[in-house]
């Protein structure tokens, strides 16, 4: 017998060795005070499916579909059932599930016809792929996932040694994932079935397609939209938020990774296993400085045409927003534009006067923390060609400070903001909006593992802050992990609802990133104690960067974002 604590509950009992975590939740689940069905669990601090079979004493808890863990699990089942989907209906289709977008999943779909679709088309009948997406093609593999939910048909995970799983995706045509495996240096790898189709994912899965009851599927542009659930309640679907200019940025995204020739981590490996890091290095920096010139370069346009006197810049937290200015600023500078910066830290509201959160905490990404009333009143000021003394807070003290720094624009002279809040609205209302050009700027990860495991945005800008906060001395993993979900909850609620209204946005990620996080984050995540909460998120991390071979940033520039974060930059910070 084996003792198991459901930590839902702090309630232990004994059970025969190799029970299933199912049968486990039928022991607990009348007291078990979860909102929503289960669809994952803990073991250990690590993720495991509901057919994870305990033949230790462990301690165990019961997750939802909302945020975190068992969001990802339900996900990422949904990604196999739309997979399979399209199998059933259109056999030899491709489906590549790119990345987030409008609180969904973007997925580009290349159908394939064969004799009897080409028949009803009236095109020739042998087998080719199809011009395009149809709102029909769309309703019949819905159909068919509805189906193959209703029908629960279980998900099984085939254990098995790597090189048979390389063969058997070998014999699929799955290229994506034998370059996967080949450059994973695992002995073993699992790999999931869906009836006779075969997939492989990173992470559990739900036991069957019967739990997989809240989605939506549509076109969007000419591919598809998975829609999952809401992250907060899960048992609605989240609410769909138009991003056309976000999907542009991806476009883009995608085009770069054409130009670089390498999509997924199996090409990246391959790549740097061919001795190529270096030209991954030096293109993927020279793409994203020739964006920045591009950015510079319409800057100026609009400045001579007597509009833009004002650049506000935003993006989440460790997007790069600080190196992004610099750099802009040197662009800014070839154009013969003068940059003048107006950091939003200064004009922070005393620490007595910061906003606080339910639990008392001083909520310090709220707009209110900045006296926007000031700020503006000193750009109008600026704008008009006045001198104007502008503060430096102390973070120490936690008090704004006033030490004679006197600021004044030439007739060459372009403001720079910088901040979570630049695009709000309120923080510039009075100021004509023709004088102002907006940049968003994020991490949107350049590659994926294979075509239907996307790198998650937040897991690459996560990666960067843990190091950074480590590498600063501020923070541990463990801590950073800990801070993460109330950072994410502020960007959702301060910076989101105004991404669509930039001029330009920015991807501040480059093709050859993971590779190069690898050799930091392994030692900084293997530092976070086993037995605590945190340690879930850095052992998914861990799994996830040793997909990448890892290389030196010996040959990052010193200018380029990545030293933002992993150190080494020749850019002064004022952290």
Do not use: C
């Given at each position: 017998m084996i003792q198991i604590r459901c930590k839902n509950t702090g309630v232990t009992k004994s059970f025969q060795e190799g029970t299933s975590l199912l049968d486990i939740y039928q022991e607990f689940k009348d007291d078990i005070q979860l909102p929503y069905p289960v669809v994952s669990a803990k073991v250990n601090n690590v993720s495991q499916g509901l057919k994870y079979r305990a033949f230790q004493s462990r301690d165990v808890e019961f997750l939802d579909a909302r945020e975190g863990s068992g969001h990802r699990v339900y996900v990422r089942s949904l990604s196999f059932l739309l997979y399979k989907a399209t199998q059933d209906v259109f056999p030899g289709s491709k489906l590549f599930i790119e990345h987030a977008l409008s609180r969904g999943f973007y997925c580009n779909f290349k159908p394939t016809l064969h004799s009897d679709e080409g028949r009803l088309q009236g095109k020739n009948p042998s087998r080719k792929e199809g011009r395009g997406l149809t709102n029909e093609m769309v309703k019949r593999i819905k159909k068919r996932m509805q189906e193959i939910v209703a029908l629960d048909i279980p998900f099984r995970r085939i254990e098995s040694t790597t090189e048979e799983a390389i063969r058997v995706f070998t014999?699929?045509?799955?290229?994506?994932?034998?370059?996967?495996?080949?450059?994973?240096?695992?002995?073993?790898?699992?790999?999931?079935?869906?009836?006779?189709?075969?997939?492989?994912?990173?992470?559990?899965?739900?036991?069957?397609?019967?739990?997989?009851?809240?989605?939506?599927?549509?076109?969007?542009?000419?591919?598809?939209?998975?829609?999952?659930?809401?992250?907060?309640?899960?048992?609605?679907?989240?609410?769909?938020?138009?991003?056309?200019?976000?999907?542009?940025?991806?476009?883009?995204?995608?085009?770069?990774?054409?130009?670089?020739?390498?999509?997924?981590?199996?090409?990246?490996?391959?790549?740097?296993?061919?001795?190529?890091?270096?030209?991954?290095?030096?293109?993927?920096?020279?793409?994203?400085?020739?964006?920045?010139?591009?950015?510079?370069?319409?800057?100026?346009?609009?400045?001579?045409?007597?509009?833009?006197?004002?650049v506000l810049i935003t993006g989440p937290s460790s997007s790069g927003k600080t190196t992004f200015c610099k750099r802009l600023s040197v662009q800014l500078l070839a154009c013969g534009l003068r940059p003048l910066s107006v950091s939003t830290d200064d004009y922070f509201v005393n620490r007595v006067d910061t906003p606080k959160l339910p639990n008392g905490d001083y909520d310090f990404d709220n707009i209110e923390t900045v006296d926007y009333h000031l700020l503006e009143d000193h750009l109008k000021r600026l704008m008009q060609g006045e001198r104007v003394e502008v503060p430096e807070y102390n973070f120490v003290t936690g008090k704004r400070e006033w030490n004679g720094k006197r600021l004044k624009m030439g007739s060459d002279t372009v403001l720079i903001i910088e901040g979570i809040h630049a695009l709000n609205p309120l923080l510039t209302k009075n100021i004509d909006n023709a004088l102002k050009f907006k940049v968003y700027i994020s991490a949107l990860t350049s590659v994926s593992l294979d075509d239907h495991n996307w790198i998650p945005v937040r897991d690459n800008r996560l990666l960067r802050r843990i190091i950074r906060d480590y590498n600063k001395g501020a923070f541990t993993a463990q801590e950073t992990i800990r801070q993460w979900k109330n950072v994410l909850a502020a960007e959702e609620q301060w910076i989101a609802p105004f991404q669509e209204s930039a001029d330009v946005m920015f991807n501040s990620a480059l093709n050859i990133e993971f590779a190069v996080l690898r050799t930091h984050a392994e030692i900084i995540l293997s530092s976070v104690p086993k037995n605590c909460p945190e340690y879930s998120e850095a052992h998914r991390l861990l799994k996830f960067i040793h997909f990448f071979l890892p290389i030196s940033d010996k040959e990052i520039p010193p200018t380029s974002i990545m030293r933002e974060f992993v150190g080494g930059s020749s850019f002064k910070y004022k952290y």
């Open positions: 014999e699929r045509g799955f290229s994506d994932k034998v370059k996967l495996l080949e450059t994973s240096g695992q002995a073993y790898s699992d790999y999931y079935m869906l009836g006779d189709t075969v997939d492989y994912y990173y992470g559990p899965l739900v036991p069957s397609a019967g739990y997989l009851t809240v989605w939506e599927l549509e076109r969007y542009e000419e591919g598809l939209l998975l829609r999952v659930p809401d992250w907060n309640v899960p048992t609605r679907v989240a609410e769909k938020v138009p991003q056309p200019k976000t999907f542009e940025m991806f476009a883009e995204k995608t085009r770069w990774d054409i130009i670089m020739r390498h999509s997924n981590a199996g090409d990246v490996n391959k790549a740097i296993m061919r001795g190529q890091a270096s030209v991954l290095i030096q293109v993927s920096e020279a793409l994203q400085e020739k964006k920045i010139v591009q950015i510079a370069e319409e800057i100026y346009r609009r400045y001579e045409e007597g509009t833009t006197k004002m």
